[in-house]
């Protein structure tokens, strides 16, 4: 049975629920509109979402992300140098800054029955916890032959590793020139295609209300540089991939290369 597209305003209407819960965090995990799910049975959207990304080239810097309870490192992320604010995406008329990108091994999204190798979160939030969050999910490959590696992956692991390398100092950054926003060309990877749905943060504390848009693209990473993330992923415990949650009411859409 050919499925039916759907208007940007039912998928709205159709969420409503789950947007009630913009900003609430989830401490137990307890919320009924949460990440990550499985990518299937979407629906096509017949007019994609309004969305623009602006520029930066602005450099990255790696440190370490924290469990807002117990202070403990989780994970190693990369965020605009000085906290910078210019790098930012537009969604339906709502600006959200760039707060950081991550990675989880494997990815937290399954897509087409199968887990990817990794997983790149860029995540964008609202000055005003009422209008949540954006998540961008890339999934990620190991490159095999016949496959180019995105390098900026490959620059963006090598900083992790630095960062790794300094624990327990946990106010350690590590200046990357190389890695800007602009190199990861979400703006291309958007008009390829990509998923969305509402649903939570995947680290805690859960929070939901968050937009989510997972890339149709997958890329690729250097096989050593896959390795290299693994490593600090088993040592440290860092980075490791959510449970997959139930999609429960929810609805997921999808926007067409070129939407």
């Known amino acids: 049975m050919k499925k039916k597209a759907l208007p940007l305003l039912a998928f709205v209407l159709s969420n409503l629920f789950a947007l009630k819960s913009s900003g609430q965090e989830c401490s137990g995990c307890s919320g009924v509109n949460q990440s990550p799910v499985e990518i299937a049975n979407a629906i096509p959207l017949t007019r994609a979402m309004k969305l623009d990304i602006s520029k930066s080239k602005k450099p990255l810097e790696t440190a370490y992300a924290q469990d807002p309870v117990t202070n403990k490192a989780i994970n190693i992320e990369a965020e605009l140098s000085h906290h910078?604010?210019?790098?930012?995406?537009?969604?339906?008329?709502?600006?959200?800054?760039?707060?950081?990108?991550?990675?989880?091994?494997?990815?937290?999204?399954?897509?087409?029955?199968?887990?990817?190798?990794?997983?790149?979160?860029?995540?964008?939030?609202?000055?005003?916890?009422s209008e949540g969050a954006v998540v961008i999910?890339?999934?990620?490959?190991?490159?095999?032959?016949?496959?180019?590696?995105?390098?900026?992956?490959?620059?963006?692991?090598?900083?992790?590793?630095?960062?790794?390398?300094?624990?327990?100092?946990?106010?350690?950054?590590?200046?990357?020139?190389?890695?800007?926003?602009?190199a990861f060309m979400l703006d291309r990877f958007l008009k390829g295609g990509y998923y969305s749905y509402t649903g939570s943060l995947t680290t805690p504390k859960y929070s939901e209300g968050i937009t989510w848009i997972v890339l149709s693209q997958s890329e690729y990473i250097d096989a050593a540089y896959y390795n290299m993330f693994s490593t600090i992923q088993s040592r440290y415990q860092f980075g490791k991939a959510r449970d997959l949650q139930p999609i429960n009411n929810r609805i997921i859409v999808s926007a067409a290369a070129g939407k």
């Open 84 to 129: 910078d604010k210019s790098y930012f995406i537009t969604l339906n008329n709502i600006s959200y800054k760039f707060s950081n990108v991550h990675f989880h091994l494997h990815s937290e999204h399954k897509l087409d029955n199968r887990f990817y190798d990794m997983e790149a979160h860029f995540v964008f939030k609202s000055d005003k916890a």
């Open 137 to 182: 999910g890339m999934l990620i490959n190991k490159a095999s032959k016949g496959h180019a590696a995105f390098a900026i992956l490959d620059s963006l692991v090598q900083g992790i590793q630095y960062t790794a390398q300094t624990l327990p100092d946990t106010n350690s950054y590590h200046f990357s020139s190389s890695v800007n926003p602009d």
